[in-house]
């Protein structure tokens, strides 16, 4: 089945730049098809261009009862489809959608003077709009807090929409954070710990925990709510952004590869890369196999461990927090940041 024929396909009907590196688009499907979809998921979006289609796995920034459909989509350092997004995707474009997946959404039971704690770092704070959205209007009783963490004010994406929302809702509170003092570029004293956002947001009584953070906030905080003895049923990760090995601003270039394979039999092959490519497109060229399926580091058979050396994934990928700390990267989205040794499971 070709990507036209397993999506819905549309148009893209406006874009808006929100910040300098991120911008939200919006489409119109075929026929005024309205795709259902809950607030916090995601689909996987496909752009054609020219004789190749670009896919990327994309959230919902609009929420269900939006009567439009939109993506908010941040450009990250060296990743072709978001650069693609951000910089050259124009009205009219055609946009095939898949099937909306993904668990990080709102419970369907809850009552409905809930209480709601969103935390959010970047982009991430996209699958908690749509969700804080669809709350906003559909119950006037749930309370909700969103720590929202950022470099500077300059990245903050929907500041003037949440803005709005916090005006006009007094059962919803937003804690702005900063990581960087003005004029500085370094400083990052101002990290936030797991401890701190549970001081922020205060006990108040039983709530459910949304978590949408690169995965050293997302960590911390899990563990200091374990800690203070929150049910895991109430406490719910997007691993979209779990990618320890993330390197902001590293200048990549072609290295050594030495893919490891690991029998006690195995052999192991080196390869210089000719240009800057993924650690999949390396070994694939080199005749090394390495299992994969999607492509987009959304299935995992492309898991390997880096022994040695620093690599870069791009984002979003679904590798777990505990995978990314145990060394392991989905090939089809990293790049070496130096000469590195990667680990090949061998096939019996
Ligand atoms: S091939 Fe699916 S995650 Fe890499």
Same mark, same amino acid.
Request: negative net charge.
């Given at each position: 089945?070709?990507?036209?024929?397993?999506?819905?396909?549309?148009?893209?009907?406006?874009?808006?730049?929100?910040?300098?590196?991120?911008?939200?688009?919006?489409?119109?499907?075929?026929?005024?098809?309205?795709?259902?979809?809950?607030?916090?998921?995601?689909?996987?979006?496909?752009?054609?261009?020219?004789?190749?289609?670009?896919?990327?796995?994309?959230?919902?920034?609009?929420?269900?009862?939006?009567?439009?459909?939109?993506?908010?989509?941040?450009?990250?350092?060296?990743?072709?489809?978001?650069?693609?997004?951000?910089?050259?995707?124009?009205?009219?474009?055609?946009?095939?959608?898949?099937?909306?997946?993904?668990?990080?959404?709102?419970?369907?039971?809850?009552?409905?003077?809930?209480?709601?704690?969103?935390?959010?770092?970047?982009?991430?704070?996209?699958?908690?709009?749509?969700?804080?959205?669809?709350?906003?209007?559909?119950?006037?009783?749930?309370?909700?807090?969103?720590?929202?963490?950022?470099?500077?004010?300059?990245?903050?994406?929907?500041?003037?929409?949440?803005?709005?929302?916090?005006?006009?809702?007094?059962?919803?509170?937003?804690?702005?954070?900063?990581?960087?003092?003005?004029?500085?570029?370094?400083?990052?004293? $101002?990290?936030?710990?797991?401890?701190?956002? =549970? *001081?922020?947001?205060?006990? !108040? @009584?039983? /709530?459910?925990? &949304?978590?949408? %953070?690169?995965?050293?906030?997302?960590?911390?905080?899990?563990?200091?709510?374990?800690?203070?003895?929150?049910?895991?049923?109430?406490?719910?990760?997007?691993?979209?952004?779990?990618?320890?090995?993330?390197?902001?601003?590293?200048?990549?270039?072609?290295?050594?590869?030495?893919?490891?394979?690991?029998?006690?039999?195995?052999?192991?092959?080196?390869? $210089?890369?000719?240009?800057?490519?993924?650690? =999949? *497109?390396?070994?694939?060229? !080199? @005749?090394? /196999?390495?299992? &994969?399926?999607? %492509?987009?580091?959304?299935?995992?058979?492309?898991?390997?461990?880096?022994?040695?050396?620093?690599?870069?994934?791009?984002?979003?990928?679904?590798?777990?927090?505990?995978?990314?700390?145990?060394?392991?990267?989905?090939?089809?989205?990293?790049?070496?940041?130096?000469?590195?040794?990667?680990?090949?499971?061998?096939?019996?």
């Amino acid at each position: 089945m070709s990507i036209r024929d397993s999506g819905y396909s549309g148009r893209v009907v406006r874009v808006i730049q929100e910040t300098e590196t991120a911008v939200t688009f919006e489409v119109a499907l075929e026929h005024g098809f309205r795709l259902n979809f809950r607030s916090g998921q995601h689909a996987l979006a496909s752009f054609p261009l020219g004789n190749t289609w670009f896919r990327r796995v994309l959230s919902f920034s609009s929420s269900p009862d939006e009567n439009y459909l939109a993506f908010t989509v941040k450009q990250v350092w060296h990743g072709r489809v978001s650069t693609y997004i951000t910089e050259r995707l124009r009205v009219g474009e055609r946009v095939v959608i898949d099937s909306p997946q993904g668990e990080f959404t709102l419970p369907l039971d809850a009552p409905e003077s809930q209480r709601y704690v969103f935390l959010a770092a970047g982009s991430g704070i996209v699958p908690i709009f749509s969700m804080i959205k669809e709350l906003l209007g559909r119950n006037e009783l749930a309370d909700i807090t969103l720590v929202y963490t950022n470099r500077s004010p300059e990245n903050v994406l929907f500041k003037r929409a949440l803005e709005v929302l916090d005006f006009r809702h007094e059962s919803f509170k937003i804690h702005w954070h900063y990581t960087r003092k003005e004029g500085d570029v370094s400083d990052h004293s $101002q990290r936030l710990s797991g401890d701190a956002v =549970l *001081e922020l947001v205060g006990d !108040a @009584g039983p /709530a459910h925990y &949304y978590v949408s %953070t690169q995965a050293a906030l997302a960590k911390s905080f899990l563990d200091a709510l374990a800690a203070s003895g929150v049910s895991e049923t109430h406490v719910h990760f997007e691993l979209f952004s779990a990618a320890s090995h993330v390197t902001d601003g590293v200048e990549l270039q072609p290295r050594r590869i030495t893919f490891e394979y690991s029998s006690l039999l195995g052999k192991e092959v080196t390869v $210089q890369q000719k240009q800057v490519e993924t650690l =999949l *497109e390396t070994a694939n060229a !080199a @005749g090394v /196999a390495v299992p &994969y399926n999607c %492509t987009l580091g959304n299935c995992h058979a492309c898991k390997l461990k880096v022994v040695h050396g620093s690599t870069v994934m791009d984002e979003p990928n679904t590798l777990s927090i505990q995978d990314a700390q145990a060394g392991y990267v989905l090939a089809c989205v990293t790049y070496p940041c130096e000469d590195v040794v990667v680990q090949v499971p061998r096939k019996n």
